[in-house]
């Protein structure tokens, strides 16, 4: 009979301690669950900052295509003018 008991004992201590183990398992997982949720909303977040990039480049590569950018960057840069154009320059003050 008190190996009966004994037996017993021992099996409830192991189920115990299986108990425990699946418990800290079950503790360890919902933290890196946690931590991958984080992690997953930021790459999310870092996903529509650069869709937005993208749709701003496209749209600035659009406008460098057309007549009215290449006109002001040979205005700015260049320095042209049209033909018919007049230019007045301010007099430097001595």
């Known amino acids: 009979m008190k190996k009966k008991k004994q037996g017993y004992f021992a099996i409830a201590i192991i189920v115990l ?7 800290y398992q079950k503790y360890d997982l919902l933290d890196t669950l946690n931590q991958n949720q984080k ?3 930021k790459l999310v977040t870092e996903k529509e900052a650069l869709l937005k990039a993208k749709d701003e480049i ?3 590569e659009a ?3 057309t007549k009215k950018y290449i006109e002001e960057v ?3 840069k260049l ?6 154009e007049i230019i007045f320059q301010a007099e430097d003050e001595k």
């Open 58 to 60: 496209g749209d600035y």
């Open 39 to 41: 992690q997953l909303d």
């Open 79 to 84: 320095g042209l003018v049209y033909k018919d």
């Open 17 to 23: 301690f299986l108990c425990g183990l699946v418990t």
């Open 74 to 76: 040979a205005r700015e």
């Open 63 to 65: 406008y460098v295509q």
